[in-house]
């Protein structure tokens, strides 16, 4: 296992991603669920105990923080395939409204810093307004 992280930063990303994120999260879990029922080999001080779950929030913070980052991308790529606004928001957990106008922030920002062009800038407004 990692080093036990106490920031999400401290996570570091590898090969697996969050695969690998969540059998981390996972074993801090089991080791903090086996201590408090006895079950642990060792039992943990509260130190210990205290690091794992330092670590568990740490490590949930990643995995949300690095399962959100392509939301945009996603969310154009379901609009830029016929998936309805509608759709596309109930699965983010968020209404249409909200989505648009995220999506249409987004796409400003990568456009901002080159990381699409003009064309796939107006491209994903296009799918606002046709969604809409």
Do not use: C
Not at 84 to 106: D, K, Q
């Amino acid at each position: 296992m990692d080093a036990i992280p106490t920031r999400p930063r401290d996570v570091i990303d590898t090969p697996g991603g969050l695969k690998r994120l969540v059998a981390a999260y996972d074993a801090h879990t089991d080791a903090l669920f086996d201590n408090r029922h006895g079950l642990a080999d060792h039992p943990l001080t509260a130190e210990e105990h205290g690091a794992h779950v330092v670590a568990v929030l740490a490590y949930a913070a990643a995995i949300a923080e690095r399962a959100q980052q392509p939301r945009w991308v996603h969310a154009r790529e379901a609009l830029s395939v016929g998936v309805t606004g509608e759709r596309v928001a109930a699965a983010m957990g968020l209404s249409w409204p909200e989505v648009a106008r995220e999506l249409a922030r987004w796409a400003e920002e990568q456009r901002r810093f080159g990381l699409i062009t003009d064309d796939e800038h107006a491209a994903v407004l296009a799918l606002i307004g046709a969604a809409s």
